[in-house]
Nanobody, 125 residues
Framework: QVQLVESGGGLVQAGDSLRVSCAAS????????MGWFRQAPGKEREFVAA????????RYRDSVKGRFTISRDNAKNTVYLQMNSLKPEDTAVYYC??????????????????WGQGTQVTVSS
């Protein structure tokens, strides 16, 4: 079983930056594809970014390309999402997720086996 704990959310103004982190338990973290998803009130959960186990492959939703960067530190069992130039439409609960197979860098939520509890990111205009 893998436990994921997000941190770093908060309230910021439009244009600001914020970094959220996700700490994972387990000895095989480097083998997991890690993803970030988000869910705004009244909306479905949507893919934000994902990264391969080695960190060599990443994937982003179009609306965050050039603004968000996903990275990982396998020595610390942690994945990060650096968010720059934040917009009010980025407001959501951000969840990290782990795909234990690590075969693909997927944007599909059902490919992920473990989920964190989420951290709130609120961007004011």
């Amino acid at each position: 079983q893998v436990q994921l704990v997000e941190s770093g959310g908060g309230l910021v103004q439009a244009g600001d930056s914020l970094r959220v982190s996700c700490a994972a338990s387990g000895r095989t973290f480097s083998g997991y594809t890690m993803g970030w998803f988000r869910q705004a009130p009244g909306k479905e959960r949507e893919f934000v970014a994902a990264i391969s186990g080695s960190g060599g492959s990443t994937r982003y939703r179009d609306s965050v390309k050039g603004r968000f960067t996903i990275s990982r530190d396998n020595a610390k069992n942690t994945v990060y999402l650096q968010m720059n130039s934040l917009k009010p439409e980025d407001t959501a609960v951000y969840y990290c997720a782990a795909d234990r197979t690590g075969v693909v860098v997927s944007a599909t939520a059902t490919m992920y086996d473990y989920w964190g509890q989420g951290t709130q990111v609120t961007v004011s205009s």
